[in-house]
């Protein structure tokens, strides 16, 4: 499936109720979903129990998108465009970060 496929299922079953809950309220659940995928890989959760959080997280960003206007595909590729988004360069040659140790 490709992404402006999933946002579009997405606004289909659930634009009413993300019209509803509003922006905030969906930024909300957004984050919830992250806390979720950071408490299933902390308890070494199944494979698909954690694939099932990554799904969410993307869902509930979709909605975000939905009510925000956003075409995900498009700013997606916008952002990267094959290559990374900060060097420009595939893979990626930006100097190491102290985080990422
Ligand atoms: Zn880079």
């Keep these: 499936m490709k992404i402006e496929e999933a946002q579009d299922m997405m606004r289909r079953i659930y ?11 969906t930024l909300k659940r957004t984050f919830d979903e992250l806390e979720e995928l950071s408490e299933a890989i902390k ?20 909605s975000l998108a939905n009510l ?11 952002k990267y465009s094959d290559v990374c988004s900060k060097c420009r360069e595939s893979p990626c ?9």
């Design 93 to 101: 040659a930006c100097p190491e970060f102290p985080d990422m140790k």
């Design 15 to 25: 634009l009413e109720r993300d019209q509803a809950r509003g922006i905030e309220g």
């Design 43 to 62: 308890s070494k959760d199944t494979a698909q129990a954690i694939a099932d959080e990554v799904a969410d997280i993307f869902a509930w960003l979709c």
């Design 68 to 78: 925000l206007e956003i075409d995900v595909s498009d700013a997606f590729y916008k």
